[in-house]
C-alpha cells in the first residue's frame, strides 16, 4: 500500500517542453507539498497546500504552476522547460499544518531531465 | 543563515558497529521539531526519528536515537549496530512552529563496510 505515490518516476524531456508530475497521497493527510533536490543533493521547499489551498509559494519561477484537485492530490506542471530544472521532485504529505511535531511523508521522487 | 548544519558530508562505519551523525541547527523559535531522514541509493526519502524541543527524553526508534542537547542546538542522530543496509544520505530537518516547511541540512553519505 503506497502511502505517498508520484508518477512517473523518471521524466527525459526537451528544453522547452511543457510537462506535469502527479502526485497523489492515500493517508488522509490535509497538506502537501513539493520539493526540489538539485544534484548536490540539497533539499529545498517549494509549494505547500493545506485543503487545496496554496500556503507556500517560495521563490520558484511562475513557470511552476502546482494544482490541487482536492486534499489527497498535488500535482506539479512546468512550462517551458530549461536545463536548470534538471533535479529530483518530491512530494511529500502531513497530517497537519502549524505544528512543528508534524512528520511530512515522501514520495519516491520523479528525476527530470531536461535535454 | 543556515538552519541545519551538518558538517561530515561522508563517513565510513564498520558492519555492527555504531555511528554518530551530526547535526546543528539554528531557531529562536521555542517550539520546533528535528526530524531525520534516510535516503538510499533508490532514492527516495524514509523518515526515521522525530524529536520535539519541548521532549524531555531523547527520542528513540528501534537502532536509531537522537542525542539531544537543546543548549546546545544539537541533534545528533546515532545508529547502532550498524548494517550494510544502512548505507545511505542521511538528512536533518528542522520545521519551526512558526513555519509549514522543513529545512533541511546537506546531508551525510554513510558508507558500512562488512
Known amino acids: 500500500d503506497t502511502a505517498v505515490s508520484q508518477t512517473p518516476k523518471y521524466l527525459v524531456t526537451q528544453m522547452g517542453n511543457d510537462k506535469s508530475i502527479k502526485c497523489e497521497q492515500n493517508?488522509?493527510?490535509?497538506?502537501m507539498y513539493w520539493y526540489k533536490q538539485d544534484s548536490k543533493k540539497f533539499l529545498k521547499i517549494m509549494f505547500s497546500?493545506?485543503?487545496?489551498?496554496?500556503?507556500i509559494n517560495e521563490t520558484v519561477p511562475n513557470r511552476f504552476s502546482p494544482k490541487s484537485p482536492d486534499k489527497a492530490h498535488l500535482n506539479l506542471h512546468i512550462n517551458s522547460l530549461e536545463l536548470g530544472d534538471s533535479a529530483v521532485y518530491f512530494c511529500?504529505?502531513?497530517?497537519?499544518?502549524?505544528?512543528?511535531?508534524?512528520?511530512?511523508?515522501f514520495g519516491p521522487g520523479t528525476r527530470l531531465t531536461v535535454l | 543563515a543556515q538552519k541545519i548544519t551538518q558538517t561530515q558530508p561522508g563517513m565510513f562505519v564498520q558492519e555492527k558497529e555504531a555511528v554518530t551523525l551530526d547535526c546543528t541547527y539554528d531557531?529562536?523559535?521555542?517550539?520546533?521539531?528535528l526530524f531525520w531522514y534516510k535516503q538510499p541509493s533508490s532514492g527516495e526519502m524514509i523518515f526515521l526519528i522525530y524529536?520535539?524541543?519541548?521532549?524531555?527524553q531523547n527520542a528513540t526508534e528501534g537502532r536509531y536515537s537522537l542525542n539531544f542537547q537543546k543548549a546546545r542546538k544539537s541533534a545528533n542522530l546515532v545508529i547502532s549496530a550498524s548494517q550494510l543496509g544502512d548505507s545511505a544520505m542521511y538528512f536533518c530537518?528542522?520545521?519551526?512552529?512558526?513555519?509549514?516547511?522543513?529545512?533541511f541540512g546537506a546531508g551525510t553519505t554513510v558508507t558500512v563496510r562488512a
Open positions: 497546500y493545506n485543503n487545496k489551498e496554496l500556503i
Open positions: 511529500a504529505s502531513s497530517q497537519e499544518v502549524l505544528t512543528s511535531t508534524d512528520t511530512q511523508y
Open positions: 531557531t529562536s523559535d521555542q517550539s520546533y521539531g
Open positions: 530537518a528542522m520545521r519551526e512552529g512558526t513555519d509549514y516547511k522543513l529545512s
Open positions: 493517508l488522509g493527510h490535509d497538506t
Open positions: 524529536q520535539g524541543s519541548y521532549d524531555e
